[in-house]
């Protein structure tokens, strides 16, 4: 045993002496770890583990994507309603904001990589001033949303959770073609307007409707004259191309998938459907901008930093990881803008 | 760091692929015109993406139409923001394949998913109200 131990202690010794060899013993620069060759390689390690932990981050984010395409593949008349409650404008300024947030970051890394300390403050302080407009933005449209019941969950109207007051029947306008009236103005006559033309159900709980489909809590339901083999029974294949190519079809029959869908065109069986589209929304929504509220964080942190001259060309490696974090912050709207905002 | 000559910005050139080889640093400066390209690339999609949406191509197509722009963007992001295309290939290797098996977890889930929608609820289903 102790001979064993004494070999594994020669072993360790002559591996140190050959590693302290191949040190430069001119050059130990003070930020790179003693476990690291050259801060070549400490920075490269450094950007695979961030580049590890943003592929967790679009994996994370994969899930809700994926919950998104199966509810708009299966009801995809929900989402062209529902989305007409989120304002285009604010999301196309969010989109250009945080655009030009990651552009001023990227130039902050290129500030950090030649030490300049000024430009990197002043790019830093810019992509601040983004996040912080495009949260300040993003709370104008959420408390839109709650204060015209909106909401996720039971806050929304409609939800069959839904216990709240409903909104008085008010002047029926086309919200899109009143371009006078201010943001809440429009959102406010839209609901009106979809309240009106709805005939809500009078009970406050409980399902409004039946459908024989839908089984029970205990167990799915299957209609019994379609129990087949899947994928392969022509009556499959037929139905399916009728669901895929007839698409929905309104009140004169017209299969038109870019005319605007009110909430009374809906099949009562969607029409419940509606409040899991604001429960999506709210979800993707809420926890992207939980990250935007994080990366402003780590930007702070990373400007105090560099204002103290921590940073300069043989070490930037935070501005760049955070930089990077940022970016797919950015990265991931882009895919939001166009799937909750631009839906037709 | 005292021994270490900073260069200041004007002593870059503007069109670099340059490297400040200060002893051990292997720096990659993204010129600036560069950074300025993708931004206004990423500024003009952005008005694409939202125009797009006065053309209809159908339902199905409309999402592809809207993807595919979101892609382009997102790719110029991840190569030149994000600096992928002067890393090492293993990190571009690392987000590719998690773009990779997420494209793999929602195609899979949907088509499941499309099975079951003709035994499950079709939309053409409408249900009277029970009389309460």
Same mark, same amino acid.
């Given at each position: 045993m102790s001979e064993l131990v004494n070999k594994q202690q020669a072993a360790v010794a002559l591996a140190g002496d050959t590693f302290s060899e191949q040190r430069d013993p001119h050059h130990h620069p003070?930020?790179?770890?003693?476990? @690291?060759?050259s801060a070549e390689q400490q920075f490269s390690s450094a950007k695979i583990g961030m580049w590890v932990f943003l592929a967790t981050e679009l994996l994370m984010f994969g899930g809700l994507f994926c919950a998104y395409s199966v509810y708009r593949h299966n009801h995809p008349e929900v989402f062209e309603f529902a989305h007409? @409650? /989120? $304002?285009k404008n604010l999301g196309a300024i969010n989109t250009v904001i945080l655009i030009a947030s990651s552009f001023t970051m990227a130039l902050g890394v290129r500030m950090a990589q030649i030490g300049n300390r000024k430009g990197l403050t002043i790019c830093l302080i810019l992509t601040l001033l983004g996040g912080l407009g495009f949260m300040v933005i993003k709370s104008i449209e959420y408390r839109a949303k709650y204060e015209h019941h909106l909401w996720f969950g039971a806050g929304n =109207?409609?939800?069959?959770?839904y216990n709240g007051p409903r909104p008085h029947e008010g002047p029926i306008q086309q919200h899109s073609d009143t371009?006078?009236?201010t943001h809440g103005e429009r959102e406010q006559a839209a609901v009106a307007h979809q309240m009106a033309a709805t005939t809500l159900?009078? =009970?406050? !709980?409980?399902?409004a409707f039946i459908d024989p489909?839908?089984?029970t809590g205990d167990e799915a339901k299957i209609k019994p004259n379609q129990?087949?083999?899947?994928? /392969?029974a022509p009556a499959i294949m037929a139905q399916q191309a009728a669901i895929e190519h007839g698409g929905f079809k309104d009140a004169a029959g017209h299969t038109d998938s870019h005319h605007k869908i009110a !909430? *009374?065109?809906?099949?009562q069986s969607e029409k419940d459907r509606v409040a899991t589209f604001f429960n999506i929304y709210f979800l993707m929504t809420g926890l992207h901008g939980l990250h935007v509220l994080i990366g402003m964080g780590l930007i702070t942190w990373v400007m105090i930093r560099g204002m103290a001259g921590a940073f300069g060309p043989l070490y930037y490696t935070p501005v760049d990881l955070v930089g990077l974090y940022w970016h797919l912050v950015d990265l991931i709207w882009i895919f939001l803008f166009p799937l909750l905002y631009l839906i037709h | 760091m005292d021994t270490l000559h900073q260069p200041k910005?004007? *002593?870059?050139?503007? $069109?670099?692929? $340059?490297?400040?080889? *200060?002893? *051990?640093a292997h720096v990659h400066l993204v010129p600036i015109w560069l950074l300025v390209t993708i931004f206004a690339a990423l500024l003009v999609l952005t008005g694409v993406t939202v125009g797009v949406?006065? @053309? $209809? !191509?159908?339902r199905t197509a409309n999402v592809w139409v809207a993807l595919g722009i979101a892609v382009v963007k997102a790719t110029l992001v991840a190569l030149y923001f994000m600096h992928l295309r002067w890393d090492s290939p293993f990190n571009g290797l690392v987000c590719a394949a998690a773009m990779f098996f997420v494209a793999l977890f929602i195609g899979i889930v949907v088509l499941d998913t499309k099975e079951y929608m003709v035994n499950f609820n079709p939309p053409a289903v409408t249900a009277a109200r029970p009389a309460n």
């Open positions: 003070p930020h790179v770890a003693h476990h @690291f060759e007409t @409650f /989120l $304002d =109207q409609y939800s069959k959770l371009p006078a009236l159900p009078t =009970q406050t !709980f409980g399902p489909n839908a089984g129990v087949m083999p899947v994928g /392969l !909430f *009374e065109d809906l099949p | 910005p004007g *002593e870059l050139p503007a $069109d670099g692929h $340059d490297h400040v080889d *200060e002893h *051990e949406t006065a @053309f $209809d !191509f159908g």
